[in-house]
C-alpha cells in the first residue's frame, strides 16, 4: 500500500464549478500536508501548507485536513481556465530526516 | 514565499557529453535538496537527496555514477549527467525544504528540460 493515494483523474469541471481534489494517508504520524499546482513543463508550485487538522483559506483556495479519517482535500472555488493543471499533495512528519511523500497528481482541466 | 532557483532551464546536447544543472536557493539555505526526474504526464519520481557536505543518497535504480551530485554549498547543489544518452532527456527538477526533520515547506525549482540527440 502505497503512504498517499491520490486520484490521478483526469477531472473536468465547468469554469465557475467547485472543484474538490483528495488524497488519503496510512501513516497517522503525519503532520505536515501541503498543495502544489504544477503546469505542464513547470516545476510544482507551492498553494498550500498546513498542519494538523483544520481547514486553511487562502483568495478562492481552501485546504482541509481530517487527520482522524486520514484524508486530506483541496477546495478550488469559482474555479477559472488558468486553474487547468496537475495538482499533487504531500506530506511530511518531524525527525524524517526531511523526507516528503507525494501523492501521483490529480490532473485538473476547467472548460470556459 | 522562498524561492528556488533552477537552471538551464532548457538544454540540448550531443549524445555523449556531460551536463550540469544547478539549483539555487535564493533566500534560505537548506542543508538538503532533492532532485527528481518527470516523464511527460507521469508523477515525479525522486533520484537522490542532496546532502550539504556529504554524499548524496541514491534511490534504488538511480546510477550514482551516472548521475552525479554535489551539494557545494548551504544553497546550491548540482546535478550532472554523465555521457548523456537519448535515454536520458527528460525533465530534471529539485526542490528544497526551508526546514529541517520534516517542520519547514518545501519549495520546487522551475525545472530543467534535458535533451539529448
Known amino acids: 500500500q502505497k503512504e498517499v493515494e491520490q486520484d490521478p483523474g483526469p477531472l473536468s469541471v465547468p469554469e465557475g464549478a467547485i472543484v474538490s481534489l483528495n488524497c488519503t494517508y496510512s501513516?497517522?504520524?503525519?503532520?505536515?500536508f501541503m498543495w502544489y499546482r504544477q503546469y505542464s513543463r513547470k516545476g510544482p508550485e507551492l498553494l498550500m501548507y498546513?498542519?494538523?487538522?483544520g481547514n486553511k483559506e487562502d483568495g478562492r483556495f481552501t485546504a482541509q485536513v481530517d487527520k482522524s479519517s486520514k484524508y486530506i482535500s483541496l477546495f478550488i472555488r469559482d474555479s477559472q481556465p488558468s486553474d487547468s493543471a496537475t495538482y499533487l499533495c504531500?506530506?511530511?512528519?518531524?525527525?524524517?530526516?526531511?523526507?516528503?511523500?507525494f501523492g501521483t497528481g490529480t490532473s485538473l482541466t476547467v472548460i470556459p | 514565499g522562498a524561492v528556488v532557483s533552477q537552471h538551464p532551464s532548457w538544454v540540448i546536447c550531443k549524445s555523449g557529453t556531460s551536463v550540469k544543472i544547478e539549483c539555487r536557493s535564493l533566500?534560505?539555505?537548506?542543508?538538503?535538496m532533492f532532485w527528481y526526474r518527470q516523464f511527460p504526464k507521469q508523477s515525479l519520481m525522486l533520484m537522490a537527496t542532496?546532502?550539504?557536505?556529504?554524499?548524496?543518497?541514491?534511490e534504488q535504480g538511480v546510477e550514482k555514477d551516472k548521475f552525479l551530485i554535489n551539494h557545494a554549498s548551504l544553497t546550491l547543489s548540482t546535478l550532472t549527467v554523465t555521457s548523456a544518452h537519448p535515454e536520458d532527456s527528460s525533465f530534471y527538477i529539485c526542490?528544497?525544504?526551508?526546514?529541517?526533520?520534516?517542520?519547514?515547506?518545501?519549495?520546487f525549482g522551475e525545472g530543467s528540460r534535458l535533451t539529448v540527440l
Open positions: 526542490s528544497a525544504p526551508t526546514g529541517t526533520s520534516g517542520t519547514g515547506e518545501l519549495f
Open positions: 501513516n497517522s504520524a503525519f503532520q505536515y
Open positions: 498546513t498542519y494538523s487538522s
Open positions: 504531500a506530506m511530511t512528519r518531524m525527525n524524517t530526516g526531511n523526507q516528503f511523500y
Open positions: 533566500d534560505f539555505q537548506a542543508t538538503t
Open positions: 542532496s546532502n550539504e557536505g556529504s554524499k548524496a543518497t541514491y
